[in-house]
């Protein structure tokens, strides 16, 4: 490979993951992780407390008091556990 071409690629692969990189506060950083895990939870628990509702519904952060006291109530020891996580 030329050196030309070597150094051209490997300043845009410099730029390019400089720009890619974003930082999050932690609090924004920790709601994102306890979507994900609700939405984890309506996904492996439908059938216990979920059925009544579409699975295709897509959580969002003000679904997860919802989804934590269904859990609680309907999931069992697991569901209750997964549950109180959620609450934290």
Known sequence: MDKVVKQYLAEI???GGAKSRR????ETARNMVRVREA?????????????SFDPTYRI???DIPWV??????FGGREGW?????LCR
């Open 39 to 51: 939405r984890r939870a309506f996904e492996r628990f439908h059938a216990r407390c979920f059925w």
């Open 13 to 15: 692969g410099r730029r």
């Open 68 to 73: 934590a006291d269904r859990l609680m109530k």
């Open 81 to 85: 556990e997964l549950g109180a996580r």
């Open 23 to 26: 930082t999050l506060d932690a």
């Open 60 to 62: 969002t952060q003000e």
